[in-house]
């Protein structure tokens, strides 16, 4: 069955650092999204991207956040400048986009600032 | 702007017996979904169920099933002969179909804890 896979499981890196989330979604979806969540709080949309551009994003996505298609099976997710508060589970998500979709999620990437 | 609530930050319940999570949400649109989501100590998000809003008939899957009343703006998940592998996080989650590919708005999530 195909699946949404988010590479690494778990990344430490220091206050200050930057660092890039790597996630491949389904291969023939066509939107991509990346969602977090802070350990005990509800899960939060950052960003939705659909034809190697921004169609939505929230709040909480800003400037220190970029996503990128590099290779047209990557989907990343980079924090410029990681704060102690960007500690959380990050999870990817595609969908085919259409009516009738469903966002498939992948098993998340945990982010620890120290 | 749609918000989601679910009142309840913890249930527990026997196995084999029924419980029944809540779910609210608020949205002046009339397209849309609505999905029960699971999220296992393993943390990967699952798709329980989910209800299109045109729809009368309340979704059902196996042993979950919701209750979908659109004019309160309702959507309770019911899981009927709990199992101990139904212990986990369950997230109540809006999608806008007017507008193609956009994001999932959660609620807090309600902990479920099924015990033998």
């Known amino acids: 069955e195909p699946e949404v896979t988010q590479t690494p499981s778990h990344q430490v890196t220091q206050m200050g650092q930057e660092v890039i989330l790597r996630c491949v979604p389904i291969?023939?979806?066509?939107?991509f999204y990346w969602y977090r969540q802070i350990l005990g709080q509800k899960v939060e949309f950052l960003v939705s991207f659909y034809n190697n551009e921004i169609s939505e994003k929230s709040e909480i996505f800003d400037d220190q956040f970029s996503v990128e298609r590099p290779d047209g099976s990557n989907f990343t997710l980079k924090i410029r400048s990681t704060k102690l508060e960007d500690s959380a589970m990050y999870f990817c998500a595609s969908s085919e986009g259409s009516v009738n979709t469903e966002a498939f999620f992948g098993q998340g990437t945990r982010l620890t600032v120290v | 702007a749609q918000t989601v609530t679910q009142s309840q930050p913890e249930m527990s319940v026997q196995e084999a017996e029924t419980v029944t999570l809540s779910c609210t949400y608020d949205?002046?649109?009339?397209?849309?979904?609505l999905f029960w989501y699971k999220q296992p100590p393993s943390r990967q998000m699952i798709l329980v169920i989910r209800?299109?809003?045109?729809?009368?008939q309340n979704a059902t899957e196996n042993r979950f099933s919701v209750n979908f009343q659109k004019a309160a703006k309702s959507f309770s998940l019911k899981i009927s002969d709990s199992q101990l592998g139904d212990t986990a996080m369950y997230f109540c989650a809006f999608m806008n179909l007017n507008q193609a590919g956009t994001a999932l708005i959660f609620g807090k999530g309600t902990t479920l804890s099924v015990s033998s």
């Open positions: 209800q299109e809003a045109y729809k009368q």
């Open positions: 291969s023939n979806h066509l939107y």
């Open positions: 949205t002046s649109e009339n397209n849309y979904y």
